[in-house]
């Protein structure tokens, strides 16, 4: 942190910049407010809103698909999770620790289902599986999660990996610990927090997720394609409950995640 | 340990790479060159004739539907893209260097709308937009119309704000995190030179910073071209963008084989922005470490 040279700042204090930022910043949130403004409202309109209701919340805990679609989501989100632990950290240690040309070219392939376009992982991936015969079920949208997942745990992963050198390890080693007790006792205790900032990260890109689960569902839904489905008959209180659910539960697992992911931006801003 | 300068490490270590390669050829390869061989095939009703053809290509390049929409997508994109940078610009400049405290909050109220959830943030402007919506409300509240006005949902309009909206983080982090990396000492050699806070920014903080805004603006044009949900939430018939026409072959509409083909279109134009770009965009303390 610099903060002695951060004062530096440029002369003027920037008014009109700030001001103009803050209204961005209303830009940003107004929205989130609204939604949940509307979700405590007896009345469909904020004007006339006459007191506050938890109604509608409640309303939810009866709503045995809505429950089920909720259940649905953590069983995907913590498949998904372990499942690119596995494939991310071992990609992980093969893209820093090994040598072999074409690692550019590697990592480019393991960026792409998130630097594409949703839409195209989702009809790929439709066009896979049905190529294959496997009916659109919890795996398909599983395989869709851990389309995205597995990139996520990799390059927290590697960035962690880069960051702390070869020394720890070669150090282990000269004091003759074999490779598990090198990864056991070193390595591992060293990555613990980059790995459950990164399933952190992988687990809330995976409950919100709908742009490629939209293509690999059938029947068996996931929470944010279940509110997709509810938006078909406009937006009723429910619709904002639900929101306003996923908006707070969202917020909690983002100040969950900043506890283990790095204090400085750049770490945060590893993937979307 | 031996540290031999070779290009391959010994092959036991590749072990290793077996699961990483396994999930990309599962996940990404594969299912693009199925893509890509389903999009030579014709649909004849619900069944799909696997015999090579260029009819969907053809179909895509003669009829000027496609291409229309398609274009007016890349326009819509490439405004969001600049929407996107006039807003997040300024604010990563602010954060950046005007604040002195609370620069780590700031930070993290600019990145936080990027992990909420996405479909919550599309029945937000919804809310907003719609016709019982705020903005209409407040107006009517106020007196300025009597009848509910339908002129901001389900059009472009509605599709670019809650694009912009959507990508305004994915610009704020590479162009934070490009301006974070200027050595202050530069800045202070500038006014030093006598450069007042416009020249330096033009002369020295804008163009180091241009690796991050080419990678936000490149961000934000992809996914503002990719997106499908919010033109049908928010586009209605006017509002109708690539990423919906796309979706349709594999919904109502039902041809698989075209909408593979539109699919691969999308996916060349998308691998071509980013390889072009790669080399002038920032590729650390963007997206991908």
Redesign the interface.
Known sequence: M??S??????????TL??L??LL??L???L??L??IV?SFSPT????GMSGVTTRWYKDLIHDRALLKALLHSFEVGVSAVFIAL???T??A???T?????GKGL??A????????????MG??????V??LNIPLSMITIL?GH??FT?PIV???V??RLQRMGPNFQ?AA?DLGATPFKTFWYVTLPMIRTALIGAALLAF??S?????IS??LTGTWMTL?VY??GM?RFG?SPK??AV?GF??VF??F??LLM?KYIG?S??E????? | ?KRRK????EPR??L?????F???II??????I??FT?SFYSSAGLVIEKSFTLKNYRLFITDPIYSRILFKSLWLSLAVAILSIG??Y??A???S????RG??LL???????????????I??????L?N?G?IN?IL??IGLIKEPLQIFLYNRFAVAITLT?IC???VF??V??AL?KIP?NI??AA?DLGA??FH?FLNVVLPLSMPGLITGFI?SF??A?????IPL?LGGTQGIMF?NL??SQ?GFAFN?PF??AL?FV??VI??TI?GVTAKFGSTE?????
């Not at chain 1, 469909?44 to 004007?47: A, Q």
């Not at chain 1, 620790?97 to 040309?101: C, E, G, I, N, S």
């Not at chain 2, 260097?97 to 002195?100: C, H, I």
């Not at chain 2, 930070?107 to 943030?121: H, Q, T």
């Open positions: 610099r903060s040279v951060s004062s530096v700042s440029l002369e003027r204090k920037g910049l700030k103009y930022s961005i910043f830009f940003l949130y929205p989130l609204v939604v509307f469909k309109t904020i004007v596995l494939f991310g071992s990609g240690f093969f893209i620790k090994v040598r072999f040309p590697l990592r392939l393991v960026m792409l289902p998130f630097v594409l376009p949703g839409i195209i009809l790929t991936l439709l066009i896979f049905r190529n395989m851990v389309s597995t990799m390059f927290q590697s960035a070669l080693q809330t890109v409950f919100d997720e709908i742009v939209y293509f944010p509110l997709y938006l937006l619709v904002y929101s996923i908006l969202s917020l697992l983002i900043t204090r931006g750049e945060l801003a590893l993937r979307r | 340990m070779r290009k391959f490490d270590s590749f290793k790479g077996i699961p990483i396994v999930w990309l996940l990404v390869i594969v299912p693009l199925f893509t389903m807003m997040a300024p604010l400049y602010m954060v260097f005007k604040m002195v620069r780590n930070f993290m109220m600019c990145i936080i709308p990027l992990w909420v959830s996405y479909l919550v943030r029945i937000a402007w919804r809310s907003i719609g019982r705020v409300t009517m509240g909206y305004i983080p994915f982090i590479p934070y995190t974070e202050r800045l202070h006014s007042n806070e330096t961000f992809i996914i071209l990719g997106d499908y949900i939430q990423g796309i979706w594999f698989w909408g593979a699919g999308l996916f998308s691998v980013l303390g963007g997206f991908f470490e």
